[in-house]
Nanobody, 115 residues
Framework: VQLVESGGGLVQSGGSLRLSCAAS????????MAWYRQAPGKQRELVAQ???????DYAVSVKGRFTISTDNAKNTVVLQMNSLKPEDTAVYFC??????????WGQGTQVTVSS
C-alpha cells in the first residue's frame, strides 16, 4: 500500500489549501483515513479523521475551518483547509488504518502559512 499526498504549499494567513492523498495497492477493510501534522519541535498530532461509515472527527484547533472527505471509489482522502493561520504551519501526513489495525503513512507535504 502506498499513500501519495499532494497540495501543500505556501499561503497567506486567511487563505485556503486543499490536500489530497491517494492510496494505491491492494486495500481491503479500511477503518479510517486521517490527516496528521507535525510542526518543528512538536509531536505529531491528529488533525482530522474520517471513518468508513462517514463520521468525521476534528481537532479543536481546526474545527469549523477544515473539512475532511473521501472518495471511496478512488481510495482518496481530501483535507480542505480554509481560514488558515500561521499556527497551521506544519508537515501534513496522510494516514490509513485498516480494520486489522495495520497503519500506513504518507511521506508528508509541507504547509506554510505566512502572517
Amino acid at each position: 500500500v502506498q499513500l501519495v499526498e499532494s497540495g501543500g504549499g505556501l499561503v497567506q494567513s486567511g487563505g485556503s489549501l486543499r490536500l489530497s492523498c491517494a492510496a494505491s495497492g491492494i486495500i481491503f477493510g479500511i477503518n479510517t483515513m486521517a490527516w496528521y501534522r507535525q510542526a518543528p519541535g512538536k509531536q505529531r498530532e491528529l488533525v482530522a479523521q474520517i471513518f468508513s461509515g462517514g463520521r468525521a472527527d476534528y481537532a479543536v484547533s481546526v474545527k469549523g475551518r477544515f473539512t475532511i472527505s473521501t472518495d471511496n471509489a478512488k481510495n482518496t482522502v481530501v483535507l480542505q483547509m480554509n481560514s488558515l493561520k500561521p499556527e497551521d504551519t506544519a508537515v501534513y501526513f496522510c494516514n490509513l488504518m485498516l480494520i486489522t489495525s495495520t497503519v500506513y503513512w504518507g511521506q508528508g507535504t509541507q504547509v506554510t502559512v505566512s502572517s
